[in-house]
């Protein structure tokens, strides 16, 4: 039974646009060529990362699936001759992966046989498609990054006695559904100074926790992290809390599993509508 992770797919700015008629291509069509051109990337000598199997899902969505390719000794035993002997293979554990390119985010199905974690197929995914053609014509890169529940955190902020100080990450402009007032002129500010990723914090006697749910939303939502020094009651001490902890997963069911024609509504809706939960713009489920 295959469990789905959510993530955020990014495809970033290069810090100068030396070449603006090739980067002002549209974001989504950039990813999508990248993937439909099937790359593939040696990162360890006889080990290839690629990406094949590539189907399309809707007008927005498209599926794939990415694998190692390893050879490997099959040993066997020859009826004819009556002798043992060993034959190179070629052994590909992949994985299953969904990309929606109208909200940059993917869903990647865990497999132990081809990494312990999710977010490092995720990273081995990003480092492809960054070396493909389309990728590499931008002058862009792409990182892909969990996106993390944030309900736990939100009801912490919106919850607490009192709120002393709250931080936020963020990265170099990925201008799809950003928080407008504070984060989008964030990212931006830091791709104008060359930067690669920034920090910013509030402090005061006593924040409004609706409003810093709101841009904790946004942070998950980025893949981003945040955290709040808060107290849960006038009379506790204060703590830290962070925004990353769970994350957003689905396991799918072994029959719509097995049928890939199953497999993709029930993926895509899944992710479409976790991130519009994340965002906060659906409520959490009950």
């Not at 603006?20 to 950039?30: A, C, E, H, N």
């Not at 399309?56 to 969505?61: F, I, N, P, V």
């Not at 500010?189 to 904790?216: Q, V, W, Y």
Request: glycine content about 6%; hydrophobic content about 40%; charged content about 25%.
């Amino acid at each position: 039974m295959p469990t789905f992770q959510l993530f955020r797919i990014k495809l970033i700015d290069p810090r100068q646009l030396t070449l603006p008629l090739t980067v002002s291509r549209r974001k989504p069509d950039v990813l999508r060529a990248a993937i439909e051109s099937r790359p593939t990337a040696e990162f360890r000598e006889g080990q290839t990362w690629r990406i094949g199997n590539v189907e399309s899902c809707d007008e927005h969505a498209i599926y794939f699936a990415f694998g190692r390719t390893t050879k490997s000794s099959l040993e066997l035993f020859d009826a004819a001759s009556q002798n043992f002997r060993a034959t190179a293979v070629d052994n590909s554990p992949n994985t299953h992966v969904f990309v929606d390119f109208r909200l940059q985010v993917c869903a990647i199905a865990k497999r132990s046989s081809l990494a312990q974690s999710v977010a490092h197929i995720g990273r081995q995914l990003a480092q492809v498609l960054t070396g493909a053609d389309a990728v590499r014509g931008s002058e862009s890169q792409v990182e892909i990054e969990p996106i993390p529940d944030p309900e736990d955190f939100v009801s912490q902020l919106t919850g607490a006695y009192q709120i002393s100080s709250f931080s936020m990450h963020f990265s170099r402009p990925n201008p799809i559904d950003v928080e407008q007032d504070l984060q989008l002129p964030l990212e931006r500010t830091l791709s104008a100074i060359g930067g690669e990723a920034g920090k910013t914090t509030f402090r005061g006697p006593a924040l409004d926790g609706e409003e810093l749910a709101k841009l904790a939303r946004a942070a998950a939502a980025t893949g981003s992290d945040a955290s709040a020094r808060l107290r849960t009651a006038k009379s506790a001490k204060p703590v830290t809390k962070h925004l990353f902890g769970s994350a957003v997963t689905m396991s799918q069911d072994e029959e719509d599993a097995a049928d890939l024609a199953k497999m993709k509504p029930s993926v895509i809706g899944w992710m479409r509508e976790q991130y519009a939960r994340v965002r906060g713009t659906i409520s959490s489920p009950p």
